[in-house]
């Protein structure tokens, strides 16, 4: 399903602002574009008012009056999506009434939200049982729609860009065809992306022109893996049996690995991204793609704090009662869980409430905890330290581990010289801790040898899940490449929240609403009732059972869950579930096929984390 609420992240816009106070200088490239923004965008106005038009005519006697109306749409997001990238990037705001995720976005923390509008709601309301009856708001719709477009050349009114802000549009848009067009993000339903795609590299096609002479060494390949991935798309329409791992490996990331060589062979480099994607880095499967400093954090990476931050890590003295230590629930040889569907609490016999998360890629999110209660690792680790059910420490306690052991007390004043601010220890473990758990990116699965280029390192059975985890099952439309994680691209800047509705037990036959409130609890809002942060998937072959309660066991069960529609699907109320209801109609063996892809996503992490030294504390006392 579609990204649903957005947890907002200004740094981007400020950035965009900063970028835009560059004086302008090479402006050939932008020229074009702007003429070929002014005629496309006047084509998409057209074929909005064709949208409204064949609205109007829909009867539900007549299925061909449907069928017309779906066929508009199809061909007012064709339209879209050649000025999307010119659009998106230009005149943010203008641009969301078209194509914005069917959902209510909230602002937090001030608990603002947005109707849903636009093509993406227009999709939705095609596709109902009774489209006829949803007319009204269609018609709503496709007029609003309609009624923007035709203003969309007055924004070039007093218009002012530069070349480098031109190819930084390019650069996103190849982003957003490569993670959210491929996999239908936007029209899950009417299946366009494939067209959609093709569509999109046309226009860029034609706007990178002005960049591909003779004189610049990586225009040849630019202008070939353009061409190729055009004709790939063109050639290859059926959206459930796209070949998106052959699509990527052999033509769109060779794309855009060379449109980043050719931007930077011209200096017209520029990033305003916040820096959360490094474009040095090749292409978005790239191990180092994302900058994981531009994620929340207090400290800075310095590896005396990963130093300490690992020790501790495994020190139980940091608990209330000396028996606990952040290892014991995310142990490294479960792939930093407990393996339990809850973890033991703190009395050492009942349970927490959820499931213990595993740590890898945890750094490279907004937000903390399956309802994103904490807004950092250092946030996290307070958290749990000072939580009864948990570890049940405190600052008193601290002290007394660092008296009892005097190799702690140098430790910390080397890491925190004096002069360094006054920090409590509760804070000088949290920045040590959470700089250690941002350590753990192995990022070299069999997928991930496969991206860099080993063609071994999957088989048949995996690249049949991978492309239906990035289609036909619509998994990345929500777990996004390339962490497979809920950070929404182009830009990463935000962490999403979804509802699904995951059942209290894996019984599907016999399906139970889970009690738990998920981030309604931190955000008193409805849209929020069950919603839960999307995690990575990757490592889950290690990490089971899942979901936030632990209630399933395989994998094969999760896939089923998903396959049936979740809570909706499965024919329990949730009024505001995220989660298309719609099955998804794969056959055993596709379950299958996905399952064995997930495997792929699992990292080899012992060899890469030495256990260092268990410390026994058991007999230091707090109080
Ligand atoms: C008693 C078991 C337990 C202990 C001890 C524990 N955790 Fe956790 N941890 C959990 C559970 C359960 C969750 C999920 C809780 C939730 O989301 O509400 C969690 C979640 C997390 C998350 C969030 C991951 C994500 O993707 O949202 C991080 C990070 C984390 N723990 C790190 C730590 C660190 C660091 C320590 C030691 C300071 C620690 N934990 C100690 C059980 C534990
Ligand atoms: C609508 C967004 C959405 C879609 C689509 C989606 N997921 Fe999820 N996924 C989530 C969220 C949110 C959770 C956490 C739910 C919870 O804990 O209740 C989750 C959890 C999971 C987990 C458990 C991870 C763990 O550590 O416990 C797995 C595995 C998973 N999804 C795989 C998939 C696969 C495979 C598909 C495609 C068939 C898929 N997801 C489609 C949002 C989505």
Redesign the pocket.
């Known amino acids: 399903m579609k990204g649903f609420f957005t947890i907002c992240c200004i740094s981007f816009c400020v950035a965009i602002m900063v970028g835009f106070t560059d004086p302008p200088r090479n402006t050939k490239g932008v020229e074009q574009a702007v003429l070929f923004y002014k005629t496309q965008s006047e084509v998409f106005a057209q074929s909005c008012v064709q949208l409204q038009i064949a609205v109007a005519g829909i009867r539900q006697d007549r299925p061909s009056t449907i069928e017309n109306a779906r066929k508009a749409l199809w061909n007012c997001r064709i339209n879209f999506k050649k000025i999307q990238f010119f659009l998106e990037y230009f005149f943010k705001s203008a641009s969301l009434i078209y194509n914005k995720a069917p959902k209510y976005e909230i602002e937090e923390p001030f608990m603002e939200y947005q109707e849903p509008i636009g093509l993406q709601v227009i999709e939705g309301l095609l596709f109902e049982n009774n489209v006829e009856a949803k007319k009204v708001d269609l018609l709503q719709q496709t007029g609003a729609v309609s009624s923007s477009a035709t203003d969309l050349n007055a924004l070039l009114y007093d218009f002012k860009a530069d070349d480098k802000q031109l190819l930084e549009s390019i650069r996103l848009e190849l982003i957003r065809i490569i993670t959210l067009g491929i996999v239908g993000f936007d029209a899950p339903l009417l299946k366009s992306g494939i067209a959609e795609s093709a569509a999109s590299l046309e226009a860029l096609q034609f706007v990178l022109k002005p960049f591909l002479t003779a004189d610049a060494k990586h225009s040849d390949s630019v202008s070939k893996y353009l061409a190729a991935s055009i004709s790939f798309l063109h050639s290859n329409q059926d959206f459930d049996r796209f070949d998106r791992l052959a699509f990527f490996t052999k033509h769109i990331l060779p794309l855009q690995r060379h449109l980043g060589l050719l931007i930077k062979e011209l200096n017209l480099e520029l990033n305003t991204t916040g820096a959360v994607l490094n474009y040095d880095a090749g292409d978005i499967f790239s191990v180092d793609v994302l900058n994981l400093t531009s994620f929340p954090h207090e400290g800075k990476p310095d590896s005396s704090l990963v130093q300490l931050g690992k020790q501790l ?1 495994f020190e139980t003295g ?2 209330g009662n000396n028996k ?3 290892a ?3 142990d490294p040889a479960k792939y930093f869980t ?1 393996a339990l569907p ?5 009395d050492g016999h009942s349970h ?6 595993s ?1 890898l890629y ?1 750094g490279f ?1 907004y ?5 994103g ?2 807004k950092s ?1 250092e946030d ?2 307070r958290t ?2 000072n939580n009864p ?3 049940n420490g405190s600052e008193e306690s601290l002290v007394a581990l660092l008296n009892y052991k005097p190799g702690y007390k140098t430790l910390f004043d080397r890491t925190f010289p004096e002069g360094k601010g006054s920090k409590t220890n509760t804070d000088k473990v949290a920045l040590s ?2 700089e250690f ?1 941002r350590t753990l990116n192995p990022r070299n699965s069999m997928f991930d040898q496969y991206m860099k280029g080993d063609t071994t390192a999957l088989g048949t059975q995996q690249i049949k899940g991978f492309n239906l985890f990035m289609g036909k099952a619509q998994c990345g439309t929500c777990h996004f490449a390339p962490l497979f994680n809920g950070l929404l691209p182009p830009f990463y800047n935000v962490t999403e929240v979804e509802v699904l509705g995951t059942t209290k037990t894996d019984n599907l036959e016999k399906p139970e609403a889970d009690s738990d409130r998920g981030r309604i609890n931190i955000f008193p809002i409805s849209f929020y009732e069950k919603a839960f ?1 999307t ?1 990575t998937v990757r490592n889950v072959s290690a990490t089971g059972p899942y979901m ?1 309660n632990g209630a399933f066991k395989t994998l094969e069960a999760v896939v089923e869950f998903y396959n049936k529609g979740g809570a909706v699907g499965l024919g329990l109320p949730m009024s505001n579930q995220t989660l298309s209801a719609v099955p998804l109609k794969l056959s055993k063996e596709e379950i299958n096929d996905i399952v064995q892809f997930l495997h792929t996503l699992k990292d080899s992490v012992t060899t890469r984390i030495p256990l260092p030294q268990r410390t026994t504390t058991n007999n230091i006392n707090h109080k």
Request: proline letters at 2%; hydrophobic letters at 50%; glycine letters at 0%.
């Open positions: 890590f940091i608990s606990i230590s952040c014991t629930c995310h407990d809850q973890s033991i609490a703190f927490v409430q959820r499931n213990a998360a740590l945890a999110q937000r903390q905890f399956w309802d209660r904490a690792l996290q680790v749990v330290i059910q948990e570890m801790i959470a758990v942060k995690p936030h």
